[in-house]
């Protein structure tokens, strides 16, 4: 055979298009083909080979025929819902019938299904259920007449729905195990299989009533079958425990409203205000409440409250600020503070106020208890946090003026 070579001007030889013009004559597949075939005719001088049958009667075809002939080849194929027809299946797997090719499948899943080989098993089911499903479709569309062995197809179909769901029930895929089921069920609605299934599969997807139904079906077909009857005790203990979770949840919420509802009747019956900003702090689990019965009426109430120095910038927390305590009692264990190096900050040489509504301060007395304070017609607790400045005596006035000031600018912006 001689070696060829390449002309020199091999570019302009293949006649390169550039991307916006068509390239004249036929496309690059067809080009192949037929520099193939004329190449077979001239090797060594002799005699030209016929081709092979399929590559003749695609010589001088378009490139979009020929990838429509290779289509139809299961090799080739890439349109599989147009090809998965029971001849495909056969040249990739089995010789036979569309039933003798689903039989074969259904008996391979039952072999990876007893060998436990869940995934396996689905596939051959799945393999088996598509060559059916092929000839039913040939059926609807009218390209089969109804045959003597559509009966056995149609019960096949109806084994490997329901084997298929049993690898589903394994593999936890709760919801195809229901759906092969139920497509069970519309071939055969007294399959006892399918409705103990879909009942397990329905108890894994906490859709109670759904397979209670389907337990209950099935039992009335078999009355004795154990598994049913498993199933049935699974069914009433899961619907138990739905219930009782039901009702814990029920009574939390009732006692969480009567907790709200007579936090509210005490801030009331107390005369104390209370207001929530658009964006209040984040305060955890520190809130308002009452002690040490949320229900009872009679408890006490405590607050989350802050102590300011706005003198050094500072503040102290405090969590649970009984109404009944004095700002005193609680002044005696925080005082001295670490950071107060002057020596300024002691019981008997600070003064405390608090905001009033219109803006203002009110000198709060540290022997007076929270309760008295709170009930002042001109404090209001405002995201459920008390706050309290806390300031030396001696500074006490000059920082007040400032507050005043600061206020009236703040006002004047406003307007």
């Known amino acids: 055979m001689k070696i060829e070579e390449l002309a020199e001007d091999f570019q302009e030889s293949v006649n390169v298009s550039s991307p916006d013009q068509p390239i004249p004559g036929p496309d690059l597949l067809t080009q192949a083909l037929n520099a193939f075939a004329d190449s077979a005719s001239t090797q060594d001088g002799g005699p030209a080979p016929n081709l092979p049958p399929a590559m003749a009667a ?3 075809k378009s490139g979009a025929e020929i990838l429509a002939e290779l289509n ?50 689905k596939e051959f089911y799945t393999k088996g259920i598509t060559v059916l499903l092929a000839e039913v479709r ?11 062995d559509d009966a056995e197809q149609v019960k096949v179909l109806e084994q490997s729905l329901v084997n298929r769901a049993a690898c589903h029930l394994e593999l936890k895929n709760y919801r195809s195990c229901t759906l092969d089921c139920g497509s069970a069920l519309r071939i055969n609605l007294n399959n006892v299989k399918a409705l103990y299934r879909s009942g397990k599969a329905l108890l ?14 099935g039992l009335a077909l078999d009355a004795e079958n154990v598994a049913l009857k498993a199933l049935a005790r699974d069914i009433v203990k899961k619907s138990a425990e739905i219930q009782a979770r039901k009702k814990r949840d029920l009574e939390r919420e009732q006692r969480r409203l009567k907790e709200v509802y007579t936090l509210k009747a005490a801030l009331k019956a107390r005369n104390i205000k209370t207001r929530k900003t658009p964006q209040p702090p984040e305060m955890e689990d520190a809130q308002i409440s009452l002690v040490p019965d949320p229900v009872d009426p009679t408890s006490t109430l405590q607050f989350p409250t802050i102590l300011l120095y ?33 020596g300024v900050y002691r019981p008997a040489n600070v003064e405390c106020y608090m905001e009033t509504t219109s803006g203002g301060l009110i000198k709060v007395g540290k022997k007076v208890n929270l309760l008295k304070i709170l009930g002042t017609p001109s404090i209001e607790v405002v995201d459920e946090v008390v706050r309290i400045f806390v300031l030396p005596k001696q500074s006490a006035e000059a920082w007040i003026a400032d507050f005043k000031k600061k206020k009236a600018a ?3 912006e406003s307007t």
């Open 72 to 121: 139809k080849s299961p090799l080739f194929m890439t349109d599989l819902e147009e090809n998965d027809d029971v001849e495909a299946l056969k040249a990739l797997a089995y010789e036979g019938t569309p039933l003798e090719v689903a039989v074969g499948f259904k008996e391979r899943g039952n072999e990876s299904f007893k060998e436990k080989r869940w995934a396996d098993a």
């Open 58 to 60: 695609a010589r001088n």
């Open 410 to 412: 703040e006002k004047a």
């Open 204 to 217: 894994a997807l906490g859709r109670i009533e759904e397979a209670d139904d389907a337990c209950a079906r």
């Open 310 to 342: 706005p003198l050094h910038l500072e503040s102290d927390f405090i969590k649970a600020f009984n109404e009944l305590d004095s700002i005193g009692q609680h002044l005696d264990y925080i005082l001295p503070l670490p950071w107060d190096r002057e």
């Open 138 to 148: 040939k059926r609807q569309r009218g390209e089969l007449e109804k045959g003597e």
